[in-house]
């Protein structure tokens, strides 16, 4: 198991940029896809972008491609989530998560084992 602590979230204006950091303890972390889930008040949890445990093989959803990027930094045990252009829909509690996922699995179809306690992003009009 894994234990995740997002960090980032806050207040920012449409257009602007946050970049969201889930710092990882335990060692099977570099073995793990990660994957970045949001939910907005009165809608249901959304996958946002996913990666594999070696960097090489990205998801996004269609609501964020071109303006977000995950990455992961497995010496440091963290993973990033760069949110530009941001929108009032980007609005949510995005809650990093992670799990082990088949190789011939897509990654989209992630069912995360662990997850961060959330970290709310608000971008104002």
């Known amino acids: 198991q894994v234990q995740l602590v997002e960090s980032g979230g806050g207040l920012v204006q449409v257009g602007g940029s946050l970049r969201l950091s889930c710092a990882a303890s335990?060692?099977?972390?570099?073995?793990?896809?990660m994957a970045w889930f949001r939910q907005a008040p009165g809608k249901e949890r959304e996958l946002v972008a996913a990666i594999r445990w070696s960097g090489g093989s990205t998801y996004y959803a269609d609501s964020v491609k071109g303006r977000f990027t995950i990455s992961r930094d497995n010496a440091k045990n963290t993973m990033y989530l760069q949110m530009n252009s941001l929108k009032p829909e980007d609005t949510a509690v995005y809650y990093c998560?992670?799990?082990?996922?088949?190789?011939?699995?897509?990654?989209?179809?992630?069912?995360?084992?662990?997850w961060g306690q959330g970290t709310q992003v608000t971008v104002s009009s």
């Open positions: 998560t992670g799990g082990l996922l088949s190789p011939f699995k897509s990654i989209a179809t992630i069912d995360p084992d662990d």
């Open positions: 335990g060692r099977m972390f570099s073995s793990y896809t």
